[in-house]
């Protein structure tokens, strides 16, 4: 069974002169293989964390982006020889590859697609002691100083501001309420899901 560590703690301000943001910044270990998962924005927490874990950026396997967003993406940069994946590619150099069979190659990781929050966006279901925990990116995202409430019907309802597609977001977070024990937000803390 894959093993879950969280490296670097989501966040999201709401500022007049911007919004500081970065995600949960999740490492997967799948057997031998390692998975980053939304590198985020904040380099120093990022290096930092890895570097507690005895892990250079060049021993992860697969760097897997939910979305497309800046505050997810933009530590790619520090995984310049890393392939990156999403929900159906994987970018090697100036290569793009598809790949698909509904798993991470190499992994017993689901990949989930997950659109709403973005068009493009995908989640992923992983397999661990404790349950099946869904990594679900911005599927589910609170600002850090909202109350994070975790019954269904709060869940269903939670605004979004940065949707793309309501009823498309709606149906996704269904899918990981309906598949998932637990799941990791983009911002906020691992919520154990009601049943």
């Not at 939910?66 to 929900?87: P, V």
């Not at 994070?148 to 309501?166: E, G, I, M, Y």
Request: proline residues 5%; contains cysteine; charged residues 30%.
């Amino acid at each position: 069974m894959a093993e879950i560590k969280i490296l670097v703690n989501g966040y999201a301000s709401r500022k007049k002169k911007g919004c500081p943001a970065s995600p949960n910044s999740v490492l997967i270990f799948d057997g031998n293989v390692k998975v980053l998962v939304d590198p985020g924005s904040n380099a120093k927490a990022l290096l930092e964390a890895l570097r507690k874990e005895k892990i250079k950026p060049a021993d992860i396997d697969i760097v897997f982006l939910t979305h497309y967003h800046l505050d997810h993406l933009l530590n790619i940069r520090l995984f310049s020889t890393n392939d990156i994946y999403d929900g159906d590619t994987i970018s090697r150099n100036d290569k793009i590859i598809e790949y698909s069979g509904g798993k991470l190659p190499k992994t017993n990781i689901r990949v989930i697609k997950t659109p709403g929050h973005s068009f493009e966006h995908c989640s992923l279901l992983v397999q661990t002691a404790k349950g099946k925990v869904a990594l679900g990116g911005d599927v589910f995202w609170w600002w850090d100083d909202q109350k994070q409430k975790t019954d269904r019907a709060s869940l269903l309802k939670h605004k979004d501001p940065f949707v793309k597609n309501k009823a498309a977001l709606l149906q996704s977070r269904r899918k990981l309420l309906e598949i998932a024990d637990y799941i990791i937000p983009g911002h906020g803390p691992l919520f154990k899901v009601e049943k």
